[in-house]
């Protein structure tokens, strides 16, 4: 089993919410079609949930999954929605890489950083909850340093040519208009070796385009996987 399908077996785990593998990572859904045909298996403990991708209903959850036939040729989907029967909604963007992130040798942090933007609107229900989960083999351990080895960055806006005043005036208004970051994320299993980190972002959210960044500052990992889930209620997506 690869990475991605062990890290996203964990992350049913770990956060409890529903996982969508392909069809090649359960054996005992044989392939089926021609070669630009195949299956998604979503996994979800709620018999009833609507399944959703990209604004198209896809099925309803039954014993615990449910088959979506894909077309492999297509665009891939953007956006995973799972409806829950008592009214509450879940919306999750998936992002899947292998960033070697080093800063030594010439290599300044700057130069080791990941960025990614979960593309798409927020649902215009209320929301409940952001949950930004990250997966990175190796992060979160260091032989020379022992702090500052990493740092976190949502919707961070750097320093800009603005008057005192104003940044005062805004950050009175909007606490968090510039965003968060965090140094030394990631709690390193040490049985597989992987750094994992959950972390609330409700509050820095934007309405579209939310935009987070991984830093490396001495850590030397390889940043695998950024899902962020959104949990609301009332209108759906």
Same mark, same amino acid.
Do not use: C
């Given at each position: 089993m690869n990475w991605h399908l062990l890290i996203l077996l964990l992350l049913g785990m770990i956060l409890g919410i529903c996982v969508i593998l392909p069809a090649a990572a359960q054996p005992e859904q044989p392939a089926t079609g021609s070669q630009d045909e195949g299956i998604f298996i979503v996994h979800c403990d709620v018999d009833g949930a609507i399944v959703t991708m990209d604004n198209e209903v896809k099925g309803v959850i039954r014993n615990g999954t449910l088959a979506v036939p894909v077309n492999l040729s297509a665009p891939r989907y953007k956006t995973f929605t799972v409806t829950f029967p008592e009214g509450t909604h879940s919306m999750i963007w998936v992002k899947e890489g292998s960033d070697l992130l080093y800063s030594s040798y010439g290599i300044s942090p700057e130069m080791a950083t990941s960025d990614m933007t979960f593309n798409g609107k927020l649902p215009k229900g209320k929301i409940?909850?952001?949950?930004?989960?990250?997966?990175?083999?190796?992060?979160?351990?260091?032989?020379?340093?022992?702090?500052?080895?990493?740092?976190?960055?949502?919707?961070?806006?750097?320093?800009?040519?603005?008057?005192?005043?104003?940044?005062?005036?805004?950050?009175?208004?909007?606490?968090?208009?510039?965003?968060?970051?965090?140094?030394?994320?990631?709690?390193?299993?040490?049985?597989?070796? @992987?750094?994992?980190?959950?972390?609330? @972002?409700?509050?820095?959210?934007?309405?579209?385009?939310?935009?987070?960044?991984?830093?490396?500052?001495?850590?030397?990992?390889?940043?695998?996987?950024? @899902?962020?889930?959104?949990?609301y209620s009332g209108e759906s997506a």
């Open positions: 409940e909850s952001a949950e930004l989960f990250l997966v990175a083999p190796s992060g979160g351990y260091s032989r020379d340093i022992e702090v500052d080895i990493n740092k976190l960055m949502v919707n961070r806006l750097e320093e800009e040519k603005t008057p005192p005043l104003i940044k005062t005036i805004f950050s009175l208004l909007f606490p968090n208009y510039k965003g968060k970051e965090w140094n030394d994320i990631f709690s390193l299993d040490n049985n597989t070796q @992987i750094g994992f980190e959950n972390k609330e @972002i409700k509050p820095y959210l934007k309405t579209e385009g939310n935009h987070v960044s991984v830093r490396d500052q001495g850590d030397y990992m390889q940043l695998t996987n950024a @899902i962020l889930t959104i949990t």
